[in-house]
């Protein structure tokens, strides 16, 4: 074992936080929580593995649920498309694996939603097989390690920082080790003021030795984050209100929504907007009516401010039920999946139906 691993390791054993998926160390625990905590800070993953893992305890009953259901478990927890392929994964390994996940790096990385990280993950922590991972607190940790100039995601940097995991990597004790660097990452080699008095590995750090740690890593420069002003239709009938689910390969694939879209050049407002939409989406004219708030959100690469209004058919227009249009009372609204912005319209019309 190295001296660098040494150090990091005995740090480890005395410093490790307690988290769900520690204490009880399976493949299935491991595979979910590292899903999860893919963009995803550790304290706000918690409570939704603990949840998860109530309502789906193993892959078997995770793959014998609807994807609706997965999503509803999913649902606040963000980047959606994690738990479509977490729920398509569960499927073809009960057709493929027994219902098991395979003890094999490369068997790892052909399983959906499972790349070259998270495969080095599940590898070293559930099997003990020596694989190295890089997530973002490893790149900064490494990056700081041994003073890489190359930015982080660059093909040069990559390649650097993937042979550095490799070459460190404790083959002893892989999975801890690599637990390891996310958690020094994670409490003390933080982006901004890392705690170096406190780092086991300070005097292996050329970072350190050279003053540089606030200047690394180097990242690329990011482009503007464009911004988009959205409209949505509260179309209510008969105290029903219209939720559409959205298609399953997009942004939000599977949830609900109360349908509408994006401003256009062409559109000479907000209600002008959303009547094309409507037109467009269902083939159907409505009226707009009261506006009901305005929601804003930031999503990965990009930013919506979103305007929703009270709306209505037309005489004589009509919207009839099918798998992907459902006319429902809001007290239904919480069976059904949505994002954060529709869940806040949906919790709107709750409190209005009750007051």
């Known amino acids: 074992m190295s001296a660098i691993a040494a150090l990091l390791l005995a740090w480890y054993d005395q410093n490790a936080r307690q988290l769900p998926w520690r204490s009880d160390i399976n493949p299935y625990r491991t595979w979910v ?22 309502g789906f305890p193993d ?35 009960c057709q493929q694996y027994n219902c098991q996940l395979p003890a094999d790096l490369a068997a790892l990385r052909e399983l959906p939603g499972i790349g070259r990280y998270t495969a080095g993950a599940i590898a070293s922590i559930a099997f003990g097989i020596p694989a190295p991972a890089l997530d973002a607190n490893i790149r900064r940790v490494l990056s700081r390690l041994l003073e ?73 420069a990011k482009p503007a984050v464009p911004h988009y002003t959205v409209t949505a239709a509260v179309i209510r009938r008969e105290g029903l209100v219209l939720i559409a689910q959205r298609p399953q390969g997009g942004l939000l694939g599977g949830l609900w929504e109360f349908p509408g879209g994006k401003l256009e050049p062409s559109d000479a407002d907000l209600p002008a907007c959303l009547r094309r939409e409507i037109r467009e989406e269902l083939g159907v004219e409505i009226s707009v009516g009261e506006f ?14 979103l305007h929703a209004f009270a709306c209505a058919l037309l005489p004589g227009e009509s919207v009839p039920e099918s798998e992907t249009l459902r006319w429902v009372i809001p007290e239904e609204l919480p069976g059904f999946a949505m994002g954060k912005v529709d869940r806040l319209i949906a919790r709107k019309l709750q409190e209005w139906a009750h007051s």
């Open 148 to 220: 890489l100039r190359e930015p982080v995601g660059s093909t040069e940097g990559e390649k650097k920082l993937w042979d550095a995991a490799e070459q460190l990597l404790s083959r002893e004790r892989p999975g801890d080790h690599n637990q390891a660097l996310m958690e020094l990452g994670a409490l003390l080699c933080k982006p901004k003021a890392p705690d170096c008095p406190r780092c086991p590995l300070q005097g292996e750090c050329l970072a350190y030795a050279h003053g540089s740690q606030s200047e690394l890593p180097v990242r690329k």
């Open 33 to 54: 929580s590292e899903i999860m905590l893919q963009q995803t800070q550790v304290e706000t993953v918690i409570p939704y593995f603990e949840r998860f893992l109530r």
């Open 292 to 305: 009901l708030g305005v929601y804003r959100h930031a999503y990965t690469h990009f930013r919506i401010t």
């Open 59 to 93: 892959l078997t009953s995770l793959a014998h649920a609807s994807q609706a259901e997965v999503l509803q478990a999913w649902e606040g927890l963000g980047y959606y498309s994690r738990a479509r392929n977490l729920h398509k994964c569960a499927q073809l390994l």
